[in-house]
């Protein structure tokens, strides 16, 4: 896990953008599996939070992404690069 967070950390592309050479989308990952509930691609509040801009860590991110929250946001199986990736996703989200 410790890996995981090392990548990530330190990078901030401007936007987020696709990961073709991983076989995924980034994009696509978090609309299909995490649009539903964070809006606007994470940069509202819908059922789920406001992701722009949050506080948690990137261990509490993929955290959360793994194990969830009991009630309100169900655990996901994303592999440890489908997991580096969101979390580079949320850290560089801006306003539209």
């Known amino acids: 896990m410790a890996a995981v967070i090392s990548a990530v ?3 901030e592309p401007s936007k987020p953008g ?4 991983q076989g995924f989308d980034v994009n696509k990952l978090f609309a299909g599996s995490c649009g539903w509930c964070h809006s606007k691609g994470g940069r509202e ?4 939070p406001m992701l722009m801009g949050t ?3 990137d261990a509490q991110i993929v955290s959360r992404i793994r194990t969830g929250k009991a009630g309100q946001m169900p655990a996901f199986a ?3 690069d ?3 990736a969101i979390v580079v996703y949320i850290r560089a989200l801006k306003p539209e």
């Open 55 to 57: 506080e948690l860590t």
């Open 18 to 21: 696709p990961m073709q050479s």
């Open 9 to 11: 950390h330190g990078q």
């Open 82 to 84: 489908q997991l580096r």
């Open 45 to 48: 509040a819908g059922k789920g």
């Open 78 to 80: 994303f592999t440890d």
